[in-house]
């Protein structure tokens, strides 16, 4: 069965930089676009990046391009998303998720509060 | 970015009920069309993919139709298990984009 667990986020100061992490089970991760889509109360679900089973293709949505880094790891089943320079209008609950023919399998979820 | 709209943003229904939900694209999306439904707390379950293919697990109760720029998601005899947020998205095009919601509640 495909897992996907998540870890990282928390609260942050405006400005600040974050890491979340996928630990990616139960399926062959290396075979699999992956992406990372948030959902907040006043913009709903935002799609963010997503990265291609070997590390590319990579796209961005513009409002994170060039604050937000997506990377995977293959030998250790892992997705990453660096964020930095973080504003009040990143909070959200943030999902990693197995781009198949839609989003087949999402993480848990991952609160990110940006407040001082 | 392509625009999706669902309608209606809310609905109430009883048990046994037939349900429809409509989405909007803003242009012609290839059917590249998904469903997914969403419970408090939860992240979202992909119920259709490529707008009328059942993902392995779901129910045969639920359904996707529509072409080009309108699709619809049916639920044919609403069960309690079943009021929950109900979400479309695009795959067509990046950004991939997401309709706004719609909260389907016990009547």
């Known amino acids: 069965q495909e897992l996907l667990v998540q870890s990282g986020g928390g609260l942050v100061e405006p400005g600040g930089s974050l890491r979340l992490s996928c630990a990616a089970s139960?399926?062959?991760?290396?075979?699999?676009?992956m992406s990372w889509i948030r959902q907040s109360p006043g913009k709903g679900l935002e799609w963010l990046s997503y990265i291609g089973p070997s590390g590319n293709p990579i796209y961005y949505a513009d409002s994170v391009r060039g604050r937000f880094t997506i990377s995977r790891d293959n030998a250790k089943n892992s997705l990453f998303l660096f964020m930095n320079s973080l504003t009040a209008e990143d909070t959200a609950v943030y999902y990693c998720a197995r781009d198949s023919v839609g989003y087949d399998s999402w993480g848990q979820g991952t609160l990110v509060s940006v407040s001082s | 970015d392509i625009q999706m709209t669902q309608s209606p943003s809310s609905l109430s229904a009883s048990v046994g009920d037939r349900v429809t939900i409509t989405c909007r694209a803003s242009?012609?999306?290839?059917?590249?069309l998904n469903w997914y439904q969403q419970k408090p707390g939860k992240a979202p379950n992909l119920l259709i993919f490529a707008a009328f293919n059942l993902q392995s697990g779901v129910p045969s109760r639920f359904s996707g139709s529509g072409s080009g720029t309108d699709f619809t998601l049916t639920i044919s005899t609403l069960q309690l298990e079943d009021f929950a947020t109900y979400f479309c998205q695009q795959s067509d095009t990046t950004p991939y984009t997401f309709g706004q919601g719609t909260k389907l509640e016990i009547k």
């Open positions: 139960g399926f062959t991760f290396s075979d699999y676009y």
């Open positions: 242009q012609n999306i290839n059917n590249y």
